[in-house]
């Protein structure tokens, strides 16, 4: 049996499953894809993707694609318990939905925010994608006001998704001070099996963001 990660460290979402992977425990091959150098567009990975982008799994030969469906997947297949996934209904629903929070717009207000800079010459951050990225961290600030973790009393994949994305904005030096809940969870998320390798793959990103602003 093997299962091959294709990762790219600087990737917020190929983080989100690699992080995923390291909680649940299960042994995992990760294959680098270097974006940078345009490998995702090589013939043999549009083969296996041909939405070439990263994360990217191969179950011994079930490939799947989107970082929080390969958390879900990984989590229920390889997961010891339930812990990181739970089966109770209510409970998988309140991860989910913070998993779609991460996917339909933290990550999105993230990637707004760095696309532009990273890519499209951009020296500035403009103050409408600074001002909606803080009102959707508004919203995580306020998930966390009554629990420990985004979806309850244990971390679970919508813990490692999330800290995936924050901690990208974290390396570009986004001040959080205003979100008192989030700068407490960041702290816990260091915990996390595989915190040091994302966070590692984050100051990249952030110095690559940071490199190219005024
Ligand atoms: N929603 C996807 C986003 C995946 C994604 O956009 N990956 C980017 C890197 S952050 C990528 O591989 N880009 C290369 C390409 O699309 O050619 C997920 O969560 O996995």
Redesign the pocket.
């Known amino acids: 049996m093997s299962v091959k990660l294709y990762h ?1 460290p ?5 983080r ?2 690699l992080l995923a992977a390291r909680a649940i425990e299960v042994p995992i091959e990760v294959e680098i ?1 270097n ?1 940078f150098q ?1 490998e ?2 090589k013939e043999s990975f549009l083969k296996i993707n041909p ?5 990217t799994l191969d179950d011994d030969g079930f490939i799947i ?6 958390a879900c997947y990984l989590a229920d297949k390889y997961g010891k318990d339930d812990q990181y996934y739970p089966k109770d209904l209510k409970k998988r629903a309140l991860v989910n939905q913070r998993l779609h929070f991460d ?1 339909s717009s933290l ?1 999105v207000k993230i ?1 707004a925010v760095c696309f532009p800079i990273l890519f499209l010459g951009e020296k500035e951050i403009k103050k409408p994608l600074k001002d909606d990225l803080n009102t959707t961290l508004g919203f995580l600030d306020q998930f966390l006001s009554n629990s420990k973790w985004v979806a309850g009393d244990h971390p679970t994949i919508a813990d490692t998704s999330i800290y995936a994305s924050v901690s990208s904005i974290l390396a570009v030096g986004w001040d959080i001070s205003g979100f008192p809940n989030i700068e407490r969870w960041v702290k816990s998320c260091s915990a996390l099996p595989g915190a040091e390798e994302n966070d590692a793959g984050a100051k990249a990103f952030g110095e690559a963001v940071k490199k190219n602003l005024a």
């Open positions: 790219f600087i990737s917020g979402p190929s989100g499953a894809v974006l345009k995702q567009m939405q070439h982008c990263v994360p694609w989107e970082s929080r469906a390969i996917g990550y990637r």
